[in-house]
């Protein structure tokens, strides 16, 4: 007589498991921020250089991206943008980020009044259009870096909230929190021990899409001259300071344009392959 034996698949060490498709998206992503904060000491020549007697030059073993439309190192202007379009765009993710989510918190927790201010307050806010918003904002202000970081922060400001109070609301009906309201405990604390643990996961997530929709946004300001003042240039910046050279399929304009590319969808493809148990809150 003959038993089979059944093998059980052996669970990954830390109980996810891993996809190279968002180990691909994460080493890009580390890529990114590793040349963002490390561009001032590598860049081959300052930015304002020009090093070159040719405009749009090729790719040279001395100017390995070629040169831009005054003759400056691409090089260098790629790596410098790093830092402006990372630098920009997570600073208004943060801001979004925490302001959004604990007034969501605030108002899941609080009701009545409070939540029904805060929510039609912030959907007339978010009924304007983005780009039409920034457009204004900074042409009636000015462009600097705290203007554009403002004025995006403001902008997703409103989605953060209505997903993080939607979730919230949620784990507000719990038990555990109906236990702690019953204990007397206060409204900080219900956000921090109770509401915050528990949507941390997927607001997370959410920041990173949002994350995804700043750096566009930021890149078709710059593209329309209202970004970072020169000499300094995102990728936006860079693509549209060498929109002459698209005719002669020139690096300058070519590389900022994969550069956003490359970015974005590397932001993309990590986080549609986070494990499930941190992208989905339903996940146990």
Known sequence: ?????????????????????????????L?????AFAAPAIIPHPIGDIVDTDYFGPMSRELWLGSDYLGRDMTSRILMGARYTLGISVAAVIIAGVSGVTLGMIAAITGGGVDMVLSRFLDALNSIPSKLFSLVVVAAVGSSIPVLIVTMAVIYIPGAYRFARALAVNINTMDFVVVARIRGESL??????????????????DLGLRFVFIVLLLSGLSFLGLGVKPPYADWGALVRENIGGLPYAAPAVIVPSLAIASLTIAVNLLIDNLPTKIRDREAS
């Open 188 to 205: 900080f604390y219900l956000i921090r021990a109770e509401i915050l643990p528990n949507i941390i996961g997927p607001v997370m997530v």
């Open 1 to 29: 007589m003959t038993s089979a034996v059944t093998s059980t698949p052996r669970r990954p060490r830390f109980g996810y498991r891993i996809n190279a498709v968002g180990v691909a998206g994460a080493l890009i992503v």
């Open 31 to 35: 890529f990114w921020i590793v040349v």
